[in-house]
């Protein structure tokens, strides 16, 4: 196919294409490029990741450790007119604080650093034993139809109709908070995005010649699901999987907020949030900061996962 500048110019003058400014080209190669690559998310994604591995180098302060005469002191480049006059602000102290303190005079960067490395180890292990377990679940249930269909996908119907928060609450209440209920919970969360769609993929992969030629040819049921099925639905699952981090990882957050979250004190985005709201007329930056940090790890997360969709599969690829 010839490019732009390989035509003539009367083939040119006939499709209308006109010669623009180099600064212009320029810009709409670069707009052509972001629109064909999620440069930004994954630069975000880049990001989160190398604070939270990197976190006890990073951090400037003791997550854990106050200091009451620190408690909220604005961020440097804040401006003074954005500033509360009840504070009491410290130019000494605020000046060794790049996000601030919070209410207890912790430092806003470093818990944020460590808020990072919690929201990756729970989706991390969230999502992998959750893309394990539904796309076991939907390929059997798609595969073997009969009373395992029925089974399964009865217990994906129940599992939707729970209100997860309301459960996430109550188990809280019945095994006390901990890091490995959220764990428990998060896997529970997890799987079911993937079953659906990965048994609707099953059933049409399995009636495909190939498969069939696979059972004449006399291949075990294991074979033909690892060897057959498996390879026709992974890349919607490393779809689902990606667009799931995200939801995994608002809730991971929406309980740390309503408490059912990470033990305190340890540092998370969802508990930095709730600590924080009570001071949102006086010293908001303890709030805003981490729910402008999960706004971003989340838009990223879904772009990224758009991005996938529309590589993987032939009927939504886009060239241009």
Known sequence: MQTDVELSQIERDLRGIRDLPPVVRELRSAWLFLR???????????????????????????PYAGNIRSRQQPPPWLPDRFVSEVLLVNEEVRAQHILGTDHTGRDVFSRMLYGA???????????????????????????????????????????????????ALVCVLLFGQSTVLLLCLMVALAWNPFVRVIRS??????????????????????????RHILPGVINTAVVIATLSVGS?????????????????????????????????????WPTIIPGLAIFLVVMSLNFTGDWLRD??????RQLS
């Open 36 to 62: 064909r690559w999620p440069v930004v998310p994954m630069a975000v994604l880049a990001l989160l990741i190398f604070c939270g591995v990197f976190a006890p180098a990073l951090a400037t302060h003791d």
């Open 248 to 284: 995994l990882i608002l809730a991971e957050a929406a309980l740390s907020f309503l408490g059912a979250g990470v033990p305190s004190p340890t540092p998370t985005w969802g508990s930095m949030v709730a600590e924080g709201r009570g001071y949102l007329e006086v010293a908001p």
């Open 311 to 316: 590589r993987l599969d032939p009927r939504l």
């Open 201 to 226: 993929q099953t059933l049409v992969i399995k009636n495909e010649p190939y498969v069939d030629l696979a059972r004449v040819a006399g291949c075990s049921q294991v074979r033909i699901l690892i």
């Open 117 to 167: 490395r919690i929201s990756l180890v729970v989706a991390a292990i969230a999502l992998f034993s959750g893309f394990i377990t539904g796309t076991t679940l939907g390929i059997l249930s798609g595969y073997s139809g009969g009373w395992v269909d029925e089974v399964i996908t009865r217990i994906v119907d129940i599992w939707q109709a729970l209100p997860f928060l309301m459960v």
